[in-house]
């Protein structure tokens, strides 16, 4: 089993529809999450920390399930612009280093 | 200007030679990390670094060498380049105390290997 996996997609969703994708961790002693926004051929963006009691971030929910070890990020009515590759990433507990999943691709269509 | 900035952003050349690409960064972070990118695979660690004398193995680093000349540049090089490491490069940073601080990314190098 991969240490992070992600659907890699593609999702397509309409305009302003809600859009949920997970991420789930094989080491139950990961202690960080994070979610990162990648655009074609660019850098890897952060767009938000998940902490152990859910956080939102405008449209962006973040949710933390450690008893079945995925991190969720749900988009609330998504814009065109919210088009990319989502990337999830975790650290585990003593684990300087974080893993990347290989990214989930969503496109909005208008 | 960026905060983490690689050069170069482009580069192709020739089997069997040396390339070296360069990181600086402005945010002060003790640790340095790079990464390659290739389609299916997603990021992978090949060294990381916590301070200006540590180096440490990742992944993938077979075919790879990195010098930390100073706490803010971070070298990645490839002694002698083959097609295989045709890929995107990233070099990223982070602060050094706390389990929970995410790490930051440079443009990239896309480097391809004739």
């Known amino acids: 089993r991969k240490e992070v996996e992600q659907d890699p997609g593609p999702f397509n969703v309409p305009e302003g529809a809600t859009v949920a994708f997970n991420c789930t961790y094989s080491?139950?002693?990961?202690?960080?999450f994070f979610w990162y926004r990648q655009d074609c051929r660019k850098e890897p963006k952060l767009l938000m920390s998940v902490y152990s009691s859910g956080n939102e971030d405008g449209r962006f929910t973040a949710q933390l399930n450690r008893a079945s070890q995925y991190i969720s990020l749900l988009i609330r009515d998504s814009k065109l612009s919210d088009s990319a590759t989502y990337l999830c990433?975790?650290?585990?507990?003593?684990?300087?280093?974080?893993?990347f999943g290989t990214g989930t691709r969503l496109t909005i269509i208008p | 200007d960026a905060d983490v900035t690689q050069t170069p952003r482009n580069r192709i050349t020739k089997t069997g030679k040396r390339i070296m690409l360069e990181c600086s960064q402005t945010k002060g972070h003790d640790r340095m990390y790079w990464y390659r990118q290739d389609p299916g695979l997603g990021l992978r660690l090949i060294y990381y670094?916590?301070?200006?004398?540590?180096?440490n193995k990742g992944e993938i680093s077979d075919g790879y060498s990195v010098s930390r000349q100073a706490q803010a540049k971070f070298s990645l090089s490839l002694e002698s380049a083959i097609p295989n490491q045709t890929a995107l490069y990233f070099c990223a940073t982070s602060q050094g105390f706390g389990s929970n601080q995410p790490q930051h990314f440079g443009d990239g190098t896309r480097l391809s290997i004739l």
């Open positions: 080491n139950s002693a990961s202690q960080s």
């Open positions: 990433a975790i650290r585990g507990l003593g684990n300087e280093k974080l893993t």
């Open positions: 670094s916590f301070d200006v004398k540590d180096i």
